[in-house]
């Protein structure tokens, strides 16, 4: 027994090792330059800052988490790398907006009073519609009920292209064809989910950038429309941000906020080398907490968002 | 011309007044906030840095003369050296070969479908092209679908094959389809692809490989990061295109981006996208851009756009109307409907130095254009040629026959007179810049109407 235990510790020592090295660089260099001390050295800080910027965390943002982290060096001292990546995945997940917890892999809906309905959001081609492919695939997993509403009656195609999800997914989508009323859309979506006793609600809109006031004023008239029939419809309002966005992401969710309060954020495409960093300072400034990821695109390619996963990444 | 670098430079020299030079001290906290504007444009760290420091080297030494104060200074220099990595020509597309074929590449959502068709849209208008558009996006649900009625609304054909799942192929297919119809451009669309999909990157070289085409185009949203470098430079290294195009520039993005692209690859952005409808594309200006980029705004472009739209004969008449002392209400209204035309007046606008800002608050939407029709189209003829007969009980007809009120009416009335005595005031193209500034209701707009 004893011969098992220490030879599960050696290997387990092994993996911590492999893994230290696939972190390689920053964090190794890091931790070198500062164990035991209690001050940052400069060049440590230059090289946090390269990390964090280049990973689009943005200068501000980026100057927040190394005060956070000066100021706990200052006060307890570094012991080692594993002591520092604690540090820095603290600093950084505390400015990530936790209204709510995620802890598990499952975002569970809420119980509401009829359908749950959550309008999506977001500037052009970030991952709407996929997105919302991907979540009622989800949903329906979970033995739910679900109906899309194909509010996008805009962009060439969408309709079919949400259509063809539907077929996917196996979830009806309520259309009124393209160039119809986005808003009237929406209302008879709510309206016959409610009808026909469904449990989730997932509106498209089409892709807007967030500068255009009329198209921002018709983001919100789609929202309100649905209260007619559901009070506190929609319950969910999710913006969508591609994950190669860069600074403008702030932007982006200022309007939508503005326009719809948004009240979640997915992040989409973290397949790719882009890290998505902007989302930290997006979710601290704007009180949003981060509910989804998209890492590709098929059909099981979304995540619940795990902080601690995130913020290694980015340090990955 | 003012802008918020430059502001932020003139504080950080403050104390540099009465200094004959910039020197290596008082220049560290400019160059701090030079890397800072950079990378808030998300220009690629390493990139702004190695900018700052070729700035800094330009910088050293220059005289600081009294007429130009040392934020003036470093800011030319600045966009001086910007502008030059941006590249110093308009670059054309090469579309000679029959047919010419251009091939687009991407990132997923970048706009590479849009901007297929705007392009085709573009070759056919101004170059006079038979185009044929090809779709080879056989991943994407409704990509096909999307290609297809793009091209019916510009008029342009459109080859597609729902059986054949192999891009290579499709490609292949429609280069003879435009051969034997006589067509002499394809553009060819394909699926967005994230450079680190070794198996999707194979597939677009091979696309290449077969289709030999005139043009390789790498389609950038100008939103793009930090992000912007790696995958440029992954699909150049597959693909060694010919020019980029930056979408989605209708937005509020600084567009950082371009600058990292054009650093890491050497390649010329040759269009940039400019809104959803099939218009809006626009050559690219490496100047102008070097604007955005420091936070300047665009002016030149506004005044390019709006010369654009603005019709030689009507405008001769018009000239004539106004010496005469005869504008009217019909020319208000035609004045108003080619304001439209060039796209969202408040975007317009936003390109104006220092105006941005100011505008955000500011709404001018096609609501404001409709009811100012509303109110004229219920003037009778009489009243649109002779508005001075236009009195109290007449302005009760108009506002209730347009279902305005009539303080609504007045204030059209107002800005109707303050148009005409301004457009007398100014010469022809300005007096559209006037007009603009009357809906705005915008103070000065600088660098306008001279
Ligand atoms: N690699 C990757 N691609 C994604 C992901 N999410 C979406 N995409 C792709 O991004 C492209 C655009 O996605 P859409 O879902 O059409 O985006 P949208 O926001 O609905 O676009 P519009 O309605 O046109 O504004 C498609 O090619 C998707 O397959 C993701 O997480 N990873
Ligand atoms: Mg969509």
Redesign the pocket.
């Known amino acids: 027994m004893a011969w098992l235990n220490i030879f599960s510790k050696d290997k387990k020592e092994k993996l911590d090792k492999g893994l230290e090295k696939s972190k390689e660089g920053f964090l190794a260099k890091m931790s070198r330059a500062v164990a035991g001390k209690d001050t940052v050295d400069e060049e440590v800080l230059d090289d946090l800052e390269e990390v964090l910027v280049t990973s689009d965390v943005g200068v501000e943002t980026t100057l927040k988490v190394i005060k956070r982290i000066e100021e706990r060096v200052a006060r307890d001292k570094y012991v080692g790398t594993s002591e520092l990546k604690r540090i820095l995945r603290e600093e950084i997940a505390a400015l990530l907006d936790d209204k709510e917890e995620n802890k598990s892999s499952k975002f569970t809906i809420p119980k509401v009073d009829g359908p749950y309905v959550i309008m999506v959001v977001?500037?052009?081609?970030?991952?709407?519609?996929?997105?919302i492919g991907k979540l009622a695939n989800q949903f329906k997993l979970q033995g739910l009920k679900v109906v899309i509403g194909a509010a996008?009656t805009f962009?060439a195609a969408?309709v079919d292209?949400i259509k063809i999800w539907g077929e996917r997914t196996g979830v009806p989508v309520i259309s009124q064809g393209m160039g119809a009323d986005p808003a009237s859309v929406a209302f008879d979506t709510v309206e016959s989910a409610r009808a026909s006793g469904a449990d989730v609600v997932i509106i498209?809109t089409?892709?807007r950038l967030h500068n255009k006031i009329n198209l921002m004023n018709e983001l919100s008239k789609i929202k309100n429309v649905m209260k007619k029939v559901l009070p506190n419809a929609p319950h969910d309002v999710m913006l969508?941000i591609d994950g190669s966005t860069g600074q403008n992401a702030f932007e982006q969710a200022k309007a939508f906020t503005e326009a719809t309060e948004v009240s979640s954020l997915a992040v989409?495409?973290?397949?790719?080398t882009a890290k998505g960093g902007v989302v930290i300072g997006v979710s601290d400034q704007f009180s949003i907490p981060v509910r989804y990821i998209?890492?590709?695109?098929g059909i099981e390619?979304l995540q619940v968002f795990n902080k601690k996963e995130f913020v290694d990444s980015l340090f990955g | 011309m003012f802008n918020r670098l430059q502001e932020k430079l003139e504080k950080s020299f403050q104390t540099l007044k009465g200094q004959g030079s910039i020197t290596e001290i008082n220049v560290a906290q400019t160059m701090k906030e030079i890397r800072r504007a950079l990378l808030d444009a998300d220009v690629n760290y390493k990139i702004a840095k190695e900018f700052t420091n070729t700035v800094k080297e330009k910088a050293l030494g220059a005289n600081v003369l009294t007429a130009i104060s040392p934020g003036q200074l470093l800011t030319k220099i600045t966009h001086g050296e910007l502008a030059k990595l941006m590249g110093e020509t308009v670059e054309e597309l090469d579309t000679k070969g029959n047919p010419a074929i251009i091939l687009m590449a991407g990132l997923?959502?970048s706009g590479k479908t849009t901007h297929a068709g705007k392009l085709a849209h573009f070759l056919k208008t101004k170059k006079g092209k038979t185009p044929l558009l090809v779709a080879a996006d056989v991943?994407?649900p409704a990509a096909i679908d999307q290609l297809h009625v793009l091209g019916e609304q510009i008029g342009v054909a459109v080859y597609s094959n729902r059986e054949e799942k192999d891009p290579v192929i499709i490609a292949k297919e429609g280069i003879a389809f435009a051969k034997s119809n006589g067509m002499n451009l394809v553009i060819v669309d394909t699926?967005?692809r994230?450079a680190v999909d070794e198996k999707m990157m194979t597939e677009i070289a091979a696309i290449k490989n077969t289709i030999k085409p005139n043009e390789t185009l790498f389609v950038v949203d100008a939103m793009t990061g930090q992000d912007a470098v790696n995958t440029a430079k992954e699909f150049n290294d597959r693909l060694d295109f010919d020019g980029v195009i930056l979408t989605k520039l209708d937005g509020d993005s600084r567009g950082g981006a371009a600058l990292s692209i054009r650093q890491v690859v050497d390649k010329p952005i040759k269009f940039i996208g400019t809104g959803e409808k099939m218009e809006a594309l626009d050559v690219f200006y490496p100047s102008r851009m070097a604007d955005r980029i420091l936070g300047m705004g665009d002016v030149v472009s506004l005044v390019e756009r709006v010369q654009d739209q603005f019709d030689e004969e009507e405008a001769r008449k018009l000239q004539k109307k106004i010496a005469k002392n005869q504008f009217n209400f019909d020319d208000f209204l035609t004045q108003i409907k080619q304001i439209q035309k060039m796209g969202n007046v408040k975007d317009l606008m936003g390109m104006l130095p220092g105006m941005g800002k100011a505008l955000k608050d500011v709404e001018i939407g096609d609501d404001a254009f409709k009811h100012i029709e509303a109110i004229i189209s219920s003037m009778t003829p009489k009243e649109r040629l002779k508005p001075e007969i236009i009195d109290g009980s007449r302005k009760k007809r108009i506002a209730k026959g347009s279902g305005r009120e009539v303080n609504e009416v007045n204030q059209l009335m107002k800005q109707f007179t303050d148009t005409k005595k301004m457009m007398k005031m100014m010469n022809n193209k300005s007096a559209m810049a006037g007009l603009m500034k009357q809906f705005g209701g915008m103070p000065g707009m600088p660098g306008m109407g001279k």
Not at chain 1, 122 to 131: A, D, E, H, I
Not at chain 1, 294 to 297: A, T
């Open positions: 977001g500037v052009n081609g970030v991952g709407k519609t996929t997105t996008d962009r969408a292209q498209d089409a892709g969508v989409t495409k973290l397949d790719g998209g890492v590709g695109e390619d | 997923q959502g991943y994407r699926a967005g994230l």
